[in-house]
């Protein structure tokens, strides 16, 4: 394998593709913030989508490199009746076997390829696990979930993983948490199990906070931000919430409107259940925003509902902007970010009368809404630039001295 031609380590980050979750936006950090005088960076895309194209790539820093792995037309016949919406269950099969007939063969050598420029893959989504140990490289892989609730009693699914887990040279599991599920769970046959949290530019969040924008309501409001895929992100329990606090609050003494921030499949269905819920009018569905910091910024709190996560951006966003913020304490993530609660609220999972008791505590109690404000930044500070570049570098260096 080449060295790279200057001193700086040779990484190439790679990702499946781009659509508008949180893999994404915690890639786009480490892009923006990585230490430019330890590394340079290519980052490697599975398939281009159009969500890639229309915003992330010209989002990617001048000196980050860029490879489109799937580079011939012919391999995205089936990935782009995927992006719109035309692929048919049959089609599905088509393309899982064109997949392995044709698009694996070629992204193989493609990366081979790559492997003689670079000293080690960051697998940002473990997408590249059945390459994964190849080609003279060193490996990382990074899991974003929960390993218990995303393996938890499939064991078949586990021995499976394994297998392909084990030959990376490390894996970086976003807290704790998370480290120590991937331990306990596949018994301790994983190489290294590295701690490596979602990093965030608290000057650039704080930058977008500023842009003035039409606010998404007239008066002040609480936000979410999330995806809306109620497999995971559970805003049903939130809008139950919200409705049984508006309740509370009689006669129109409820100042705060609700403001979700997000799209997908799930959209219609929860803007029929605010409906049904006598909510309608008071929740905002804003869609998908390429600048979330702007809404978030004026807003009265941030509430997380979610039933899973790994390492949830928008709490450490929040508290990079002083909000206060309200969290269900799912796996995993957010009782680790709020330190048991020391920087804001945690509530059980899919509780609908904990979340509208917060909801109610937060907004009625402004000396503890004014003590997470004064403690948010210290707080996101730990996953800011210098210490997430000083855990990586950490990683990376142990990786590439144990293989000599």
């Avoid at 059945?130 to 490996?139: D, I, K, P, S, V």
């Avoid at 995806?227 to 009689?250: C, M, P, S, W």
């Avoid at 909000?323 to 999972?349: M, N, W």
């Avoid at 109610?360 to 004014?370: G, I, K, N, Q, T």
Wanted: glycine content about 8%.
């Amino acid at each position: 394998m080449a060295q790279s031609s200057s001193k700086r380590i040779a990484v190439l980050f790679h990702v499946a593709d781009f659509n508008d979750g949180g893999i994404e936006s915690s890639l786009m950090q480490w892009l923006r913030i990585y230490d430019r005088a330890r590394f340079a960076v290519t980052l490697s895309v599975m398939f281009s989508s159009p969500a890639f194209e229309q915003r992330f790539r010209a989002q990617i820093p001048a000196d980050v490199g860029i490879e489109i792995l799937t580079d011939k037309p012919w391999l995205n016949v089936f990935q782009a009746r995927r992006y719109a919406h035309q692929l048919s269950k049959l089609g599905r099969i088509g393309r899982d076997i064109f997949n392995t007939l044709a698009v694996r063969p070629y992204v193989k050598t493609r990366v081979a390829e790559l492997a003689q420029r670079h000293e080690i893959i960051v697998d940002f989504d473990m997408s590249l696990r059945r390459l994964a140990g190849q080609f003279g490289m060193a490996w990382l892989g990074v899991n974003h979930f929960s390993f218990d609730a995303r393996l938890g009693g499939r064991p078949r699914k586990m021995k499976r993983l394994l297998t392909q887990y084990e030959r990376y040279d490390g894996i970086a599991a976003l807290n704790r948490h998370m480290a120590d599920e991937a331990s306990a769970l596949f018994n301790g046959n994983l190489r290294n199990v590295f701690v490596l949290p979602n990093a965030i530019d608290i000057d650039r969040i704080r930058e977008n906070a500023a842009y003035v924008e039409k606010p998404p309501c007239l008066g002040p409001y609480i936000v979410s931000v999330a995806r809306l895929d109620e497999i995971q992100k559970d805003h049903r329990t939130l809008l139950r919430a919200y409705a049984q606090l508006a309740q509370t609050f009689a006669g129109g003494a409820l100042q705060e409107d609700l403001v979700i921030v997000g799209d997908g499949g799930f959209r219609s269905e929860l803007e029929a259940l605010a409906v049904e819920l006598g909510i309608g009018d008071r929740v905002h569905f804003t869609g998908y925003r390429n600048n979330p910091h702007a809404v978030v910024a004026r807003a009265s709190a941030l509430v997380l509902s979610s039933r899973y996560e790994g390492m949830p951006m928008v709490l450490l966003e929040a508290l990079a902007l002083g909000k206060p913020v309200i969290s269900t304490d799912c796996p995993t993530g957010p009782r680790e970010i709020l330190d048991d609660g020391r920087f804001g609220l945690l509530v059980p999972v899919g509780d609908v009368d904990a979340m509208a008791a917060a909801l109610s505590r937060l907004l009625s109690d402004h000396a503890l809404r004014d003590g997470f404000t004064r403690e948010a930044l210290a707080r996101a500070r730990e996953y800011g630039l210098e210490a997430s570049n000083e855990r990586f570098a950490a990683c990376v260096t142990r990786i590439l001295q144990k293989r000599g």
